[in-house]
T-cell receptor
């Protein structure tokens, strides 16, 4: 069993809809949680970085962490065609530690 | 412009022919890392380097070598490539392991 599970999609939504992405994990020691966005033929770029449980909002993006359920989510409000990309979750045990990535979910926002 | 560059971007080679993928960053970062990305498996770390002359294995180091003779460069060496090393490779750098990693554009390698 992989430490971090993520549905590969593709997830297709119409422009303006809310995109909901999630990852589950098995290692309860994970403390730091990240979401990366990866456009086609590009490297990943960091979108959101959260520590421990709770919500974090940045513009149209909201990241949620539920450590009791070992479940993290990313919501994208008012989605745009430019949000079409692969979204990868990542997590690590301590601030110094190695990142463990999910497989990524491909999102397609149609005009 | 602050960036991580990789060369080549695309490479098709044959089994056993030694190759090097270069990685260079212009941000004076201490920490550099190599990942491979495969469908369904996500990004997996191959090797990382905390500083010049300091390197260590990641999750999938078999079949790869690295060196860090200068701060800005971190080449990935495949001494005898095999078809199971066909993958998309990313180099990344950060000021230290605590901070955000900046990824290069990727190198798509095909080993026939």
């Amino acid at each position: 069993q992989k430490e971090v599970e993520q549905d590969p999609g593709p997830l297709s939504v119409p422009e303006g809809a809310i995109v909901s992405l999630n990852c589950t994990y098995s290692n309860s020691a994970f403390q730091y949680f990240m979401w990366y966005r990866q456009y086609s033929r590009k490297g990943p770029e960091l979108l959101m970085y959260t520590y421990s449980s709770g919500n974090k909002e940045d513009g149209r993006f909201t990241a949620q962490v539920d450590k009791s359920s070992k479940y993290i989510s990313l919501f994208i409000r008012d989605s745009q065609p430019s949000d079409s990309a692969t979204y990868l979750c990542a997590m690590k045990i301590d601030s110094w530690g190695k990142l463990q990535f999910g497989a990524g979910t491909q999102v397609v926002v149609t005009p | 412009e602050a960036q991580v560059t990789q060369n080549p971007r695309y490479l098709i080679t044959v089994t056993g022919k030694k190759l090097t993928v270069t990685c260079s960053q212009n941000m004076n970062h201490e920490y550099m890392s190599w990942y491979r990305q495969d469908p369904g498996l996500g990004l997996r770390q191959i090797y990382y380097s905390m500083n010049v002359e300091v390197t260590d294995k990641g999750d999938v180091p078999e079949g790869y070598k690295v060196s860090r003779k200068e701060k800005r460069n971190f080449p990935l060496i495949l001494e005898s490539p095999s078809p199971n090393q066909t993958s998309l490779y990313f180099c990344a750098s950060s000021p230290d392991p605590y901070n955000e990693q900046f990824f290069g554009p990727g190198t798509r390698l095909t080993v026939l």
